[in-house]
């Protein structure tokens, strides 16, 4: 079983704070085997982490947090990025096309952009993996709808630490029985539904200080936007 960390952000994402050598180095610590560096709507730090992985003795997984019109979705084992804003049919097109999976994280949580709001449970069913432990969560309601969600549908599950500074990086792992120690054997894995979940959750301070400097980002950047 490899140990892999599906979820986390680089200084690359507006929302994000560590370089990629931080997170790396903060896997390698941990004695994680893989780690896939997820921005939103940005790949170029994800493709320099695959570069680096093997200095710190892991696997990298390419991949990206797209903004679909739906929501987030990872596409995982990708090495071109998807543009944001199609519709979720179309984003899980684009990661199949290029021999990727699709997971889609943190299904249930409309406010931090989950697709549920706007799809349908057949939609979701067309996705290659279910996050269904978020580690920033609140009182965890929503992780029990995606997990219920992925048990009733038999879907392959997955553990994300959703980490935006590399502290909190493998506070959800996903254990991964794959065949070799690569990023398409364990992509492949997973979309099997070889898995099996450790998680604890982000400290509430931690992910209560992430949300207020969102808040202060969006309200910059809005303000910004008025005056140009």
Do not use: W
Request: aromatic share 4%.
């Amino acid at each position: 079983m490899y140990a892999v960390e599906l979820h986390c952000h680089s200084a690359a994402s507006y929302d994000g704070r560590d370089s990629v050598e931080r997170l790396l180095a903060r896997a390698s610590e941990l004695g994680l085997d893989g780690l896939a560096v997820t921005d939103h709507d940005e790949i170029t730090a994800s493709l320099q982490a695959v570069e680096r992985a093997e200095d710190y003795d892991l696997v990298g997984i390419p991949g990206m947090e797209i903004s679909s019109a739906a929501g987030h979705v990872l596409g995982l084992n990708i090495s071109e990025a998807v543009d944001p804003g199609l519709s979720f049919e179309e984003t899980l097109d684009r990661i199949h096309e290029q021999g990727g999976i699709a997971v889609v994280p943190h299904p249930y949580q409309e406010v931090r952009n989950g697709v549920m709001d706007k799809i349908g449970p057949d939609q979701l069913r067309q996705a290659d993996a279910i996050e269904v432990f978020n580690s920033r969560l609140v009182t965890g309601y929503s992780n029990r709808q995606a997990d219920r969600f992925a048990t009733k549908h038999r879907m392959p599950k997955t553990a994300g630490s959703d980490a935006h500074v590399a502290e909190m990086v493998g506070r959800a792992v996903t254990l991964v029985d794959a065949e070799e120690r690569t990023a398409s054997s364990i992509c492949e894995a997973i979309r099997e539904g070889r898995t099996v979940l450790q998680t604890r959750r982000t400290p509430f301070r931690v992910s209560l200080r992430q949300a207020v400097g969102n808040t202060r980002r969006r309200l910059r950047l809005f303000v910004s936007g008025l005056l140009e």
